[in-house]
């Protein structure tokens, strides 16, 4: 995680994380971290917010007779738990997220397994229609505690420029 601190009084100190747009060099890695073990509560939760009634993520009479043999976890909470992974290292001073492209699932997530994820920068540059913001591109992957690659999708997000992120302006944040 990429924290700083700033001094907001005498001997009084606030934590800041996330990478500003300068800080972002093309091919850079960043290792996501701690992982996050998939609980059967998260997928059930999870299944029932979004609506998802398909039964191989929540009825295990169903799954165990499917070619996994057990339940899947859901794929957008994958993504979801990826992304939000990725929020101290890629988007904490991040504007806006731009879009996600490109999303493949390769192997399958279960109850029990554990997430990590890592994402290399592939592209940057400065916004032509906003001068204190650039566009940062990302390629995320996820893998299960096996080293097995479970989740890859690519991301471009909007970040603030040094000095114009919402935590360089606001006394509050």
């Known amino acids: 995680m990429v924290v700083g601190v700033k001094e907001v009084a005498p001997r009084r100190y606030r934590e800041s994380f996330g990478r500003y747009f300068e800080e972002f060099e093309i091919g850079d890695v960043y290792e996501h971290r701690p992982g996050r073990t998939i609980t059967e509560t998260d997928n059930t939760w999870f299944t029932l917010l979004t609506m998802n009634t398909h039964p191989i993520h929540f009825d295990a009479e169903y799954a165990k007779d499917s070619e996994f043999g057990q339940r899947l976890i859901c794929s957008p909470l994958t993504l979801a738990i990826l992304v939000g992974q ?68 690519g991301r471009n997000i909007l970040v603030a420029k040094r000095g114009h992120a919402v935590d360089d302006k606001s006394e509050n944040y």
């Open 86 to 153: 990725s929020v101290a290292d890629v988007s904490g001073k991040a504007i806006a997220n731009l879009g996600w492209d490109d999303i493949k699932i390769p192997a399958p997530l279960f109850i029990g397994d554990t997430l990590y994820g890592e994402s290399e920068v592939t592209g940057k540059r400065e916004s032509k229609s906003r001068p204190t913001q650039g566009i940062v591109s990302v390629r995320t992957t996820g893998k299960n505690q096996r080293g097995e690659v479970v989740m890859t999708f």
